[in-house]
């Protein structure tokens, strides 16, 4: 059987930091069109649905107070891959965050779709097959990230560091509870 450790501090309080390169997306519109009506659960750029999960692209990443290189810097993410959950849009800047609710606004070249979850229970047990009685191919250790291939109503399938097993939501943050991945 598989263990796998724990990586290194989530976040880092930061009260000043360098600015981001200002990275457009020439697909992407800008700004919302002033007379369109946002819904609550739609993001108005990107019409993508709201909260949704994406992870962090790179190693590091500035999560400011508001949407805007002006804005101070509260956070700065420091693990690549950590997931992320987005709460709102504004322009090229993306309201996100993690799995203990800080976060702040981060540009959106620094995050990814790729989806990728956070284990939430110390030593969770990852199965050969999405049921209990399967055997244990691998425990992880509370705070290690892996990268999801599937879910079902219950249980995702995750490959960490080379392994693949079936974990139960409930011991997992970076997917919603009825959330189906194919």
């Known amino acids: 059987m598989w263990r796998i450790g724990r990586a290194m501090a989530v976040l880092a309080v930061l009260f000043a930091g360098p600015a981001l390169g200002q990275e457009t997306d020439p697909a992407q519109s800008t700004s919302p069109p002033a007379t369109k009506e946002c819904q ?9 649905p709201l909260p949704r999960f994406v992870s962090l692209k790179g190693s590091e990443g500035n999560a400011r107070r508001g949407p805007g290189l002006t804005h101070r810097i509260d956070w700065v993410f420091t693990r690549a891959g950590m997931p992320l959950m987005i709460t709102a849009e504004y ?8 799995s203990e609710g800080a976060g702040g606004w981060v540009h959106y070249a620094l995050l990814s779709g790729a989806r990728t979850v956070l284990v939430t229970l110390d030593m969770a047990e990852f199965h050969h097959a999405p049921d209990d009685a399967s055997t244990v191919v691998a425990q992880a250790e509370m705070g290690v990230i892996g990268r999801i291939l599937e879910c079902n109503t219950d249980w995702c399938r995750i490959a960490l560091d080379g392994q693949r097993g079936w974990v139960r939501k409930t011991s997992i943050w970076g997917v919603k509870a009825d959330e189906i991945i194919e």
């Open 40 to 48: 609550p659960d739609i993001g108005c750029v990107t019409n993508l």
């Open 91 to 98: 322009e090229n800047w993306r309201r996100v965050e993690d």
